[in-house]
T-cell receptor, first 114, second 112 residues
Framework: ETGVTQSPTHLIKTRGQQVTLRCSSQ?????VSWYQQALGQGPQFIFQ???????GRGNFPPRFSGLQFPNYSSELNVNALELDDSALYLCASSLQREATYEQYFGPGTRLTVT | AQKVTQAQTEISVVEKEDVTLDCVYE???????LFWYKQPPSGELVFLIRRNSFDEQNEISGRYSWNFQKSTSSFNFTITASQVVDSAVYFCALNSNYQLIWGAGTKLIIKP
């Protein structure tokens, strides 16, 4: 059973650019959630994808968007990058969309916006 | 609104000491789930435990134990005989529909 993987590990972008982060869910998991974690803080929920549809969204603007593919892997896209977007982006997969189930996290993508 | 508070920003102890990490939560839901995760310096969040609101029994797993008290809305985590490898940031979280609400985390430093 493979765990959750994310790519790339690190990324440096310039303000105004666009970025795509990728996540492969754990085998058998149909739900992927994305979180943003600023330095020294807890994760903040961005959105969740369940069976290829957005199933819930946190307090993030529309320039944060995503996709889930038939194999349940997922992408997070951020347009018009701002300095405050610098953070660790975490992807988590789970068996069901309800957050009553444990979520399994990938190693994260460290995004730096200059 | 749901909220999770971890008042201890950082705790530093010497190896083999016992240490307790506090977690206080707020929710209006009658059924809810609480979680603890560990985040080592590598950054990956590691699931430790899930507890539902109907199960108030304490849980012990090796050197780890959890004390859930609904009356005080607390879900505290104790590490017995701490080891250097326990050094990490520990997060408490509460479910809210499809997302987890996280505390700010407690950084635990175990000195040799």
């Amino acid at each position: 059973e493979t765990g959750v993987t994310q790519s790339p590990t690190h990324l440096i972008k310039t303000r105004g650019q666009q970025v795509t982060l990728r996540c492969s869910s754990q085998s058998g998991h149909n739900t992927v959630s994305w979180y943003q974690q600023a330095l020294g803080q807890g994760p903040q929920f961005i959105f969740q994808y369940y069976r290829e549809e957005e199933n819930g969204r946190g307090n993030f603007p529309p320039r944060f968007s995503g996709l889930q593919f038939p194999n349940y892997s997922s992408e997070l896209n951020v347009n018009a990058l701002e300095l405050d977007d610098s953070a660790l982006y975490l992807c988590a997969s789970s068996l069901q969309r309800e957050a009553t189930y444990e979520q399994y996290f990938g190693p994260g993508t460290r995004l730096t916006v200059t | 609104a749901q909220k999770v508070t971890q008042a201890q920003t950082e705790i530093s102890v010497v190896e083999k000491e016992d240490v307790t990490l506090d977690c206080v939560y707020e929710t209006r839901d009658t059924t809810y789930y609480l979680f603890w995760y560990k985040q080592p310096p590598s950054g990956e969040l590691v699931f430790l435990i899930r507890r539902n609101s109907f199960d108030e029994q304490n849980e012990i797993s090796g050197r780890y134990s959890w004390n859930f008290q609904k009356s005080t809305s607390s879900f505290n985590f104790t590490i017995t005989a701490s080891q250097v490898v326990d050094s990490a940031v520990y997060f408490c979280a509460l479910n809210s529909n499809y997302q987890l609400i996280w505390g700010a985390g407690t950084k635990l430093i175990i000195k040799p």
